[in-house]
T-cell receptor, first 116, second 112 residues
């Protein structure tokens, strides 16, 4: 099956630093990738849709200047949490859709971000 | 506004019995529904899906039922196995929309 790799799996950082999370589709090209955030005992909340070669589309309430998304190639999207604060501590997870018209998403293993 | 709801945060079932996980939705534009399974420290993996033109889809031990009039779907696992212990998310999408909307998840525990 399709594989999506996400790195790092866990990050602990000081408040005010920036953290970059990478999401790679290993065996398929993904023109669209999605970034989700999950707080404990809550659902996966879509943050933004990352489109290769164009600007990301952010969901309402998500600060685009804080969560920078870059989708420079068909196999790589990155999410940078800029000037992270403790309230940004969460589980971040990316996903990619394999092919047009497929409703199935393939997910990365997620990144647990802890901001001290 | 929670468009997809899984009202049971947890469910405990004995091995060999049937597990039934429920999901409700409010958006009548949703026409495709999926169930994902998630183990700790891993991303969700696709389990089974159903289109709104159907009311049942079966894959091995897993069956998904859709009741459009009630805006309700359920996932049946029978017989339940210890390896089924995980968090299960239902998700929905509307025609032409790229994104999936997820429920809060239900933690299923299968007891030996």
């Amino acid at each position: 099956g399709a594989v999506v790799s996400q790195h790092p799996s866990r990050v602990i950082c000081k408040s005010g630093t920036s953290v970059k999370i990478e999401c790679r589709s290993l065996d398929f090209q993904a023109t669209t990738m999605f970034w989700y955030r999950q707080f404990p005992k809550q659902s996966l909340m879509l943050m933004a849709t990352s489109n290769e070669g164009s600007k990301a589309t952010y969901e309402q309430g998500v600060e685009k200047d804080k969560f920078l998304i870059n989708h420079a190639s068909l196999t790589l999207s990155t999410l940078t949490v800029t000037s992270a604060h403790p309230e940004d501590s969460s589980f971040y997870i990316c996903s990619a859709r394999r092919g047009q018209g497929s409703e199935k998403l393939f997910f990365g293993s997620g990144t647990q971000l802890s901001v001290l | 506004d929670q468009q997809v709801k899984q009202n049971s945060p947890s469910l405990s079932v004995q091995e060999g019995r049937i597990s039934i996980l429920n999901c409700d939705y409010t958006n009548s534009m949703f026409d495709y529904f999926l169930w994902y399974k998630k183990y700790p420290a891993e991303g969700p993996t696709f389990l089974i899906s159903i289109s709104s033109i159907k009311d049942k889809n079966e894959d091995g031990r897993f069956t998904v039922f859709l009741n459009k009039s009630a805006k309700h779907l359920s996932l049946h696992i029978v017989p339940s196995q210890p390896g089924d212990s995980a968090v299960y998310f239902c998700a929905a999408s509307a025609a032409g929309a790229q994104k999936l909307v997820f429920g809060q998840g239900t933690r299923l525990t299968i007891n030996p």
